[in-house]
């Protein structure tokens, strides 16, 4: 197998690994922070208990998201060495500030577990809110670095020679704000909506009408608010990462919708298979216009396609798929939330249906796929290139031979960390079941700390 391939998979088996421990990272400090002022205003000890829970097994996560942020960022200095002497040269400030942000995280999520019930109610919030900024913090840093790789600039190249570096502006690069929203805003929706699946789980396993139940009620249909709002903003943001992609990346836009003939109305592509020999897009369902309007706000504004470039700068087609997908995810989730609040409202204090609780649980998941799915496709998107028209990927990539040992090795890592993540999971919370949290605050409206 071509030493190319193999650092690729590594690095992005690597990647995918730690994206999911990132992402909720950042969405699940939102949701304890949203829970703490629901707590604070109304006084309801279920928000706490859930706050508390969640914070608990927040922790549990960031003991797998520092060791695999750790590999991917060694992996990245070994197998991509010359990519990183550009990284050093122009694009390092997010990757140093960073380090400040997951400091105040880790800081602040410290003071909140084991001092939060000795601190006034705006010290708990504080305390919350810095968490909750410190990850968020570290997702728009990197995000960053990531902009650049699509939009690189804040620098000139002379002779083969880095000149005239600009941080700031390298920082922040043309896509760096749509990327950046896109990031926190599917980050999000995607913590919520795993807290959903594991609040649906609860209300299958409790006894109906108990406080349990009640309970992991009132976590469900937070849950599905901020995930619903989340997954709403992340498709309105997609507008503006479509004008992105027109301006800066016009092949990778091509290649999402399968467009090989530039063309004014283009129109959106949904499924299909791009046939290259043809060079057309087969069996997909085409909303005529649309794509010219999502890229220019004009129905008649003219799309280029991939005729337009040389072939071997032709992003991989399975961008299509995944982008298909990607868009599928959230546009279910957010119809899905949208559905439950729903039938809540029909029929008001009745117990949910079965059907959809178990629908729920599956939500989690799928958020998790559409986050990967997302990823997957800006960073293939981009192929054949690292740094977009100034560094190939074959040029980044190390001289090293012998990569699949450690590939073999990494992956078998990470469903070993899986295992015992899931395990740990399992038991800590078995032990702390949450009927037991509910009985020891007794009534509504006591004050409820953390251990």
């Not at 750790?70 to 990245?76: D, K, Y």
């Not at 990031?183 to 349990?212: C, N, P, W």
């Not at 986050?371 to 192929?383: A, D, H, Y």
């Not at 100034?390 to 960390?417: C, N, P, R």
Request: one cysteine or more; a neutral charge.
């Amino acid at each position: 197998m071509d030493e190319l391939i193999i650092a690729r998979s590594l690095f992005g088996s690597s990647l995918g690994f730690h994206i999911i421990f990132a992402t909720l990272g950042v969405g699940i400090p939102f949701m304890i922070l949203i829970a703490e002022l629901i707590y604070q205003w109304r006084k309801d000890p279920h928000y706490v208990i859930l706050a508390k829970r969640w914070t608990k097994a927040q922790a549990i996560l960031l003991g797998v998201a520092i060791p695999s942020g750790t590999i991917v960022a060694v992996q990245m200095s070994l197998l991509w060495p010359r990519y990183m002497e550009m990284v050093g040269e122009v694009i390092a400030l997010p990757f140093q500030i960073e380090l400040f942000a997951f400091f105040v995280e880790a800081l602040f999520m410290s003071i909140y577990v084991y001092a939060a019930e000795r601190l006034s109610p705006l010290a708990r919030i504080t305390s919350v809110f810095l968490v909750a900024l410190g990850g968020t913090a570290s997702a728009v840093l990197i995000t960053a670095a990531n902009a650049w790789m699509n939009t690189p600039t804040g620098f000139d190249v002379q002779g083969g020679e880095i000149i005239n570096v600009r941080p700031l502006e390298a920082f922040f690069s043309p896509s760096f704000r749509t990327a950046a929203s896109h990031v926190v805003a599917s980050a999000y929706m995607t913590g919520a909506f795993a807290i959903a699946s594991v609040a649906a789980f609860g209300m299958l396993k409790s006894r109906k009408r108990g406080t349990a139940y009640a309970a992991h009620k009132k976590a469900l249909m937070l849950s599905l608010a901020i995930g619903g709002v989340m997954s709403l903003l992340t498709g309105w943001n997609g507008h503006s990462a479509a004008q992105v992609l027109h301006v800066h990346q016009p092949e990778k836009l091509a290649a999402a919708e399968g467009l090989f003939e530039t063309q004014a109305y283009a129109p959106l592509a949904i499924g299909g298979v791009p046939d290259l020999d043809r060079r057309e897009l087969v069996g997909g369902v085409e909303i005529p216009a649309l794509l010219s309007f999502l890229a220019t706000n004009r129905l008649d504004g003219v799309v280029k396609g991939l005729n337009e470039f040389p072939r071997e700068t032709w992003p991989p087609f399975y961008v299509h798929t995944l982008f298909n997908l990607m868009v599928f995810v959230g546009t279910f989730l957010m119809f899905l939330a949208l559905l439950a609040w729903m039938i809540k409202w029909k029929r008001k204090e009745k117990p949910l249906p079965r059907w959809l609780l178990w629908v729920l649980v599956g939500a989690g998941p799928l958020s998790m796929l559409g986050i990967e799915f997302g990823w997957v496709f800006t960073c293939s998107g981009r192929q054949p290139w690292t740094i977009y028209q100034y560094q190939l990927t074959s040029e980044a990539v190390t001289d090293a031979t012998g990569l699949l040992g450690w590939f073999i090795l990494f992956i078998s890592l990470y469903v070993m960390l899986c295992i015992v993540t899931a395990v740990v999971m399992r038991a800590f919370f078995k032990r702390r079941p949450l009927e037991e949290e509910l009985a020891a605050v007794g009534g509504k409206g006591e004050t409820v700390g953390h251990e």
